[in-house]
């Protein structure tokens, strides 16, 4: 079986790579997230709108390497 | 013939599945499901707000006041603050949508409308207008492309900063779609390989006794599905608060 490294596997290749970064972010939020809450689980609810702003913010990463791994 | 390249041939069938098709003239089968989701939407609503009573006895009424509640309580007062009252019919329209969207999608047999790229990108649009335009209402015109930029920053650095912030605002729109229409299409197309190879497998187990792995293959589906309702309810979530972050960001004073 023939195994060619085409620019399309190239492309699938990079956006894992741009998936790393973003899940380490995310881990490392959730991770932020939930000492905080088990420290004071009064202020749960902003500490979880802040999670997700974060996570939000480091997905983006990850979003536009999924973008561009398309329209490249 | 072997079950892997059975599997193989239709893993292409089923990428094909996912295209649009046009069902009647310019309608696709994405936009179908879109009207039944938004009547489903409507019915539920109305049915709801006709029956409305200071103490409610029924139990959809108890339903569908709970979803709104939370809209409410979890995304206007927690996460817009001060003046969220106005906003609540908003987000609330945009959260019983998708989350109707997405869990329609779940339906064997059934499109999620939010699975195509197209759907999404129109409520992110929807979105993003109206906190822009919300901002815009709150600074005025040049006072919001100020406000883009935090205050309090060295007067060297905000032309940097600025520009920096003002990528963030504008990959919103983008970020927004994208990720709501990853989320559901990637998890469909994982459930649908799942439901291929259980079928896959079990049809081969006359002739080879490898065909009992297709058991294996339908615990995991069942697990893909019950991961799949969580994540049908989450990304309903994730849309509607960070789009009340995005308005509270645009209309808070800095």
């Known amino acids: 079986m023939e195994i060619a490294l085409t620019l399309d596997a190239l492309k699938l290749v990079g956006y894992g790579l741009a998936a790393i970064g973003p899940g380490l972010g995310i881990g490392i939020a959730c991770y932020g997230c939930c000492v905080a809450t088990a420290r004071q689980p009064e202020l749960q609810g902003r500490l979880f709108t802040n999670f997700i702003i974060g996570a939000a913010l480091a997905e983006a990463l990850a979003l536009l390497g999924f973008v561009l791994a398309f329209i490249l | ?254």
């Open chain 2, 1 to 254: 013939m072997n079950p892997l390249e059975e599997l193989a041939n239709g893993v292409t069938h089923l990428q094909h599945s996912f295209d649009s098709a046009y069902v009647v003239g310019p309608v696709t089968q994405y936009i179908v499901w879109m009207v039944v989701c938004l009547a489903i939407t409507l019915i539920v609503v109305l049915v709801c707000g006709r029956k409305l009573s200071l103490v409610p006895k029924n139990k959809f009424v108890h339903m569908v006041e709970y979803g709104y509640d939370f809209v409410r309580k979890d995304m206007g007062e927690n996460a817009i603050g001060h003046g969220y009252k106005k906003h609540v019919p908003f987000l609330a329209t945009l959260f019983f949508f998708i989350l109707i969207s997405n869990f329609v999608g779940l339906i064997p047999g059934c499109k999620t409308p939010t699975g195509t790229i197209s759907v999404t990108w129109a409520l992110s649009l929807v979105s993003f207008v109206y906190f822009n335009w919300q901002g815009i209402k709150a600074h005025g015109g040049w006072g919001y492309i100020k406000s883009i930029a935090p205050s309090g920053l060295p007067k060297v650095m905000v032309p940097v900063i600025w520009f920096f912030e003002f990528v963030s605002l504008v990959l919103r729109l983008l970020t927004l779609a994208v990720r709501l229409y990853g989320n559901m299409f990637a998890g469909h197309m994982a459930l649908g390989i799942f439901a291929l190879a259980t079928t896959v497998f079990l049809q081969s187990i006359t002739s080879s006794i490898v065909g009992v792995v297709g058991i294996g293959w339908f615990a995991l589906l069942l697990a893909m599905y019950a991961l799949e309702c969580l994540v049908a309810f989450l990304q309903a979530y994730v849309f509607t608060i960070l789009s009340a972050v995005y308005i509270s960001l645009a209309t808070s004073e800095h």
